[in-house]
């Protein structure tokens, strides 16, 4: 009998529940969509399904307020987290490598960054670059760090095998309302429900943010990312375990066209040339696709917390004990770098309202 039920097979939603199963929950995952390898995956069927499309490289955000202070704590924890998993399981689709940044127009906050302050803000082999490391006179700051990239479905197919093994187990269905989740005639008793739907019930909170992007055979040995003086991005993602590298991208907040466009992807693939030049060293891009994918994004940010529901407030149940929520989604554009922080917070979450078997 599970414990727990937590709705979504995103990264967040196996993240979370390998996180349960650790500290000794019974857990089964309900979701629609499930990891598919990349090369059959139905892309407009799994357009909302954001884990499927992202690069996916961890990329630091430096926190200036108390939120992104919070959430740069959850990239930390991921940091390391995959740093153990790479050393144990070299097939998770995890790869350290150099991250190298240029801005266009330096940051207001951090601008001026020395290696002590990256230090200090748990940055590993962080050096500012110089002009003569930057591709063009338009970039007018720049450094570099080591940080992680993912090949995104091989690493998702190992957390939901991983979570197999342990004894974790899989429905596979759509959900009308996050409450139908205690209400599956399979699953009698359950006393928490874990949401991990990526954008929620009903949320009017969470907008799409489109990104295209393309995929290219060409390999690459340093994930990269320029940010323009427009807000505008280039970026280059490499997906190792033969996966090719990512070209992006966009972000483009309330834009639900799920159709790439062929002008963008020749603006992404002429910017990733012109900025980094060792991609094309051995011969043009050589574009295999182009991907569009809707990152889950939330005005007031990620929903992190439990949501406490009256006895008798869900029709159809057998007792009327009180039931409880924990929402994590709304990860927009971080799910990946955050995961582990998040899946943290919710087992603490979970353990303020029920007590494992360990
Ligand atoms: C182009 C692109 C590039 C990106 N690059 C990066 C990157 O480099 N680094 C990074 O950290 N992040 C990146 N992201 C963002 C990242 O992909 C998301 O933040 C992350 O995937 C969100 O994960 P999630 O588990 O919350 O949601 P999802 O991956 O969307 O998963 C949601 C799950 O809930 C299930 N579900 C939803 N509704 C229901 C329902 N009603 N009934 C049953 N099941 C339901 C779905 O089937 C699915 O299993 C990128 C995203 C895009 C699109």
Redesign the pocket.
């Known amino acids: 009998m599970s414990d727990i039920v937590i709705?979504?097979?995103?990264?967040?939603?196996l993240s979370a529940a390998l996180r349960l199963q650790q500290a000794g929950h019974s857990v089964t995952i309900?979701?629609?969509?499930?990891p598919t390898p990349y090369e059959s995956a139905n892309k407009r069927a799994l357009i909302?399904?954001?884990?499927?499309?992202?690069?996916?490289?961890?990329?630091w955000i430096l926190p200036t307020n108390p939120a992104e202070q919070r959430e740069h704590g959850f990239s930390l924890t991921t940091y390391r987290h995959m740093e153990a998993t790479m050393a144990k399981f070299p097939e998770a689709g995890i790869t350290f490598m150099k991250g190298i940044e240029y801005f266009d127009v330096a940051p207001a906050v951090h601008g001026d960054l020395t290696e002590e302050q990256a230090l200090g803000l748990g940055l590993e082999e962080f050096k500012r670059l110089g002009k003569q490391d930057f591709p063009d006179d338009k970039v007018t700051y720049g450094y570099e760090y080591k940080t992680w990239c993912l090949n995104?479905m091989i690493y998702c197919s190992f957390l939901l095998r991983q979570f197999h093994i342990l004894g974790g187990k899989i429905l596979s269905?759509?959900?009308?309302d996050v409450n139908e989740a205690f209400l599956v005639k399979s699953l009698p008793g359950v006393q928490v429900v874990v949401n991990?739907?990526?954008?929620g019930?009903n949320d009017t909170a969470v907008f799409p943010t489109r990104?295209?992007?393309c995929l290219v055979s060409n390999p690459s040995a340093i994930t990269y990312t320029r940010q323009y003086a427009d807000g505008t991005w280039s970026f280059c993602?490499p997906r190792n375990f033969h996966g090719g590298t990512i070209i992006?991208?966009t972000k483009e907040p309330d834009n639900w066209d799920s159709e790439p466009s062929a002008e963008t992807r020749a603006r992404l693939l002429s910017n990733a040339a012109a900025n980094y030049p060792t991609l094309v060293a051995d011969g043009p891009l050589q574009p295999l696709g182009d991907?569009v994918?809707?990152?889950?994004t939330r005005r007031g940010g990620i929903r992190l917390e439990r949501e406490e529901i009256p006895a008798g407030d869900i029709k159809g149940l057998q007792d009327d004990a009180a039931r409880s929520i924990v929402h994590a989604?709304g990860?927009?554009?971080?799910?990946?770098?955050?995961s582990w922080g998040v899946a943290e917070e919710v087992m603490e979450l979970v353990k303020q309202r029920v007590s494992s078997r360990l």
Request: glycine share 22%; charged share 15%; net charge positive.
């Open positions: 709705i979504g097979a995103g990264v967040i939603g309900v979701a629609k969509d499930f909302n399904y954001s884990s499927q499309w992202a690069g996916a490289h961890n990329r995104p269905m759509e959900l009308r991990c739907s990526g954008i019930f990104g295209q992007t993602i992006g991208g991907i994918g809707r990152r889950p989604y990860l927009g554009g971080r799910g990946y770098e955050l």
